[in-house]
């Protein structure tokens, strides 16, 4: 096997299937070439990529087979698969492909457009005799003409690309009848008019219907209704329903042309070297552009936007080689669980950084040091437990930080601190009991639009849960789903704009103690009575409501009707009962409900910071949702109180 070449495949015992890939300096002829491979008797190969070095300006040539007999050409005649690329080549001349009768495949690309005075020719019969030829890409080669004849001979031509070349008038390209219902890709970038007149109209299309897949070589479209006006394009009338399918992205849905933006249209790439860079043939080279190992790198037409996916890609840890310039890196699905010192260093154009799902347990307080420039960056659903408070001391122009679904316990109160810029923050669903947003958000308070902290469990303490309840009206986020939790047992505490609720599940435990909320009197209940809802109206210490509270009567609802069910007065207080009463009976899990004395007037507030609003509610609506007799498991508890919660916050 010549030392260039290496194949590429996942059966490594079955090299037939396999790609034999030859990376070299140039193409001196096509004939030497496959001679030099067919040497080495791969008298079977199937495909084959030859691909020219990117750093070295040497012209390919693709010589015409002059003596049939003379070659070992001929001994590749099995090849299905070819491909050229990166060889700066000036002619494909005539029959330079004819020894290859089975070609089904053949991809010649240059990347002349890079260098605007190298451009290519098509010899008329440049395509003579493969008659079995299916797909034929011509993309990028700086072509600005073809002869009539050039493809009209390929029999079985499916699919023809021309992207990225100058070609002036499609009328000169002629077609075979195979490819006329099949797929043609051609750019229109540098499908000029002749400038019109201005006393005359210009053209108009139609193309919203079309399957349309937007790479780098489609970032004209946008613009065309803006570079008609100098009378050399013509005007697209349809262009705001016109779709497009990205080239990446994380859902297949198409995208509106008009709403997309220059980064959206991007082209694959597996390495590629600036003409200014100079040191590409080294292993360090911060301006040479390598994608790593399994996976996929993509850029736009001027290379400000450059994307390296390395999703579920079995890494476990960064991987070294990332391309310095690379603007959003995936790393998620990958098995990373603890992220080091510097493994970003020098990616100052880095925008969007994908963590989550790694598995990942520690960030060190280096980890995003130069990284300055990201903005958006996903570390939820991971195995995080605390964060210290420097793990984004460097992110000064962070817009978006998602921690949510993790297992984070305690977060430090410099955590969030230098986060100037921070408009979306989400840390649900983890198990934070002492998190004051008020406090720890203070920071980043006027540049914040939208938190969420719910599905943590917050100390149902007093004080507390006042300065969360008036946090959560200032701030968006989604208080249903708030719980609190009490050092003597299990509390669910629900928060609403408009109600606070407090129901009490275990035990009679009280959720306001006397020493925490001195100016509210809280019921002393046996175990099984449930907490009741009070609400207590004054006015400068004076009573403004007056209802005794009723004792035990016989409109209770439920198992039996014994002395465990009557009602607790508060003491020295002058207080209306609530619209409803809930009971939980902890030992048989049976939950109890009762309705009585519906008031149509609707609760004001409590004296204190401990205040328990309520919403009148309809009767029939409660008895209908909860019937008497229900059992419940103590697992169903939870759920139970939540339902229960909706119908009396009158959410419908």
């Excluded at 009209?152 to 075979?176: A, D, E, M, R």
């Excluded at 797929?183 to 919203?208: G, K």
């Excluded at 219907?209 to 209704?225: A, H, L």
Aim: hydrophobic share 30%; aromatic share 10%; charged share 25%.
């Amino acid at each position: 096997m010549p030392h260039e070449c290496a194949y590429r495949s996942f059966e490594a015992e079955a090299p037939e299937n396999a790609v034999l890939f030859c990376k070299i300096r140039t193409i001196s002829s096509l004939e030497h070439l496959l001679r030099n491979i067919s040497r080495t008797h791969f008298d079977d190969l199937i495909s084959l990529h030859v691909q020219c070095s990117e750093i070295l300006f040497f012209e390919s040539t693709l010589a015409t087979q002059t003596d049939k007999n003379s070659g070992k050409s001929s001994d590749l005649s099995k090849l299905r698969d070819l491909v050229i690329d990166k060889c700066k080549i000036r002619q494909i001349p005539a029959r330079a492909f004819e020894n290859f009768k089975d070609l089904k495949r053949l991809h010649v690309t240059t990347h002349n457009s890079e260098w605007s005075a190298m451009t290519m020719e098509l010899h008329e019969q440049a395509f003579s005799g493969l008659n079995e030829l299916i797909e034929l890409d011509l993309s990028d080669n700086n072509i600005w003409s073809t002869k009539t004849e050039t493809f009209f001979w390929l029999y079985s031509l499916k699919t023809l690309n021309l992207n990225q070349n100058h070609l002036q008038n499609i009328k000169t390209v002629g077609f075979s009848d195979s490819l006329r219902e099949q797929n043609l890709s051609v750019d229109m970038n540098a499908f000029r008019l002749d400038q019109i007149d201005e006393d005359s109209d210009l053209p108009e299309f139609f193309i919203s219907g079309n399957p349309f897949v937007c790479d780098c070589s489609m970032e004209w479209i946008q613009r065309i209704n803006y570079l008609s006006h100098s009378r050399q394009y013509p005007r697209v009338l349809d262009l705001d329903k016109a779709y497009c399918s990205l080239v990446h992205s994380r859902t297949k849905q198409k995208k509106m042309i008009i709403d997309m933006s220059p980064s959206d249209f991007l082209c694959p790439y597996d390495s590629h070297c600036f003409a200014l860079c100079h040191c590409c043939d080294f292993v360090a080279c911060d301006c040479e552009m390598i994608c790593p190992n399994n996976c996929k790198c993509y850029h736009d037409i001027t290379w400000n936007a450059n994307v390296v996916d390395c999703s579920n890609a079995g890494y476990t840890e960064v991987p070294e080689r990332i391309p310095m310039d690379a603007t959003e890196i995936y790393l998620d699905g990958n098995h990373i669980s603890n992220l080091g010192n510097h493994v970003f260093i020098g990616k100052k154009k880095l925008q969007v950084l994908y963590l989550n799902n790694t598995k990942l347990k520690e960030v060190n307080n280096q980890t995003f040091k130069g990284v300055d420039s990201l903005r958006v960056l996903h570390l939820e659903n991971n195995k995080l437990v605390e964060l210290k408070g420097d793990e984004f001391l460097h992110l000064n122009n962070l817009n978006e930080l998602y921690l949510d679904h993790n297992a984070i316990v305690h977060v430090a109160n410099n955590t969030f601190s230098s986060l100037k810029s921070l408009s979306v923050l989400r840390i649900d669903d983890n198990k934070l009991v002492n998190f004051f947003p008020w406090k720890l958000l203070a920071s980043s308070s006027k540049s914040l639009a939208h938190v969420s902290i719910e599905g943590n469990q917050y100390s149902c303490d007093c004080k507390s849960i006042a300065e969360l309840d008036s946090w959560l009206r200032r701030d968006p986020g989604d208080p249903e789903k708030m719980l609190c939790t009490d050092s003597k047992g299990a509390i669910f505490y629900a928060f609403r704009y408009d109600v606070s609720d407090w129901l009490y599940t275990k035990y009679g435990v009280p959720l306001f103690k006397e020493q925490s909320c001195a100016n509210v009197d809280i019921l002393e209940g046996n175990p099984n009575h449930m907490y009741d809802y009070y609400y207590c109206k004054r006015n400068d210490g004076e009573s403004s409501h007056n209802e005794s509270s009723p004792s035990s009567d016989n409109n209770t609802y439920g198992e039996g009707n014994d002395s465990n069910n009557s009602y607790m007065s508060i003491d020295n207080r002058t207080c209306s009962r609530f619209n409803y009463d809930l009971r939980l009976s902890p030992s048989s899990g049976h939950v109890y409900s009762r309705v009585e004395d519906i008031s149509p007037t609707t609760p004001r507030s409590i004296t204190g910071s401990c205040s328990a609003k309520g919403r009148t509610t309809n009767e029939t609506l409660l008895k209908s949702k909860f019937t008497p007799d229900v059992k419940r498991s103590k697992d169903g508890m939870r759920s139970t109180l939540e339902d229960l919660y909706v119908v009396l916050g009158g959410k419908y």
